[in-house]
């Protein structure tokens, strides 16, 4: 699905059924990276981008969205230490 995934929009969210929050983010002009979307312990919408998406690095990036989901529901932001 990542090889092939496409929009019209500016850009559209493609969420994964494994990993709660963790998908595939595409836009019109053919760029896709993978992204990791929350709720802060505030109920502040937020979005960290996990880098260029390729089938390669999908497990990589799932495994990641994994550890920062886990984060969040012990009531940390994940996004407070990205900089």
């Known amino acids: ?6 929009t019209t929009q500016t850009q559209q969210d493609f969420m994964d059924t494994i990993v709660r929050g ?3 983010r595409c836009s019109v002009t053919g760029k896709k990276v993978f992204i990791f979307r929350y709720r802060n312990q505030h109920g502040e919408s ?3 981008t996990l880098g260029p998406a ?3 690095k999908l ?3 799932r495994n990641t969205a994994r ?3 886990s984060a969040v529901c ?3 932001d994940p996004a407070a ?3």
């Open 1 to 6: 699905f990542i090889s092939t995934a496409k």
């Open 22 to 24: 963790f998908g595939l």
């Open 46 to 48: 937020k979005r960290i």
């Open 54 to 56: 390729s089938p390669k």
């Open 59 to 61: 497990l990589e990036a």
């Open 67 to 69: 550890d920062y989901a």
């Open 74 to 76: 012990r009531g940390e």
């Open 81 to 83: 230490g990205i900089s």
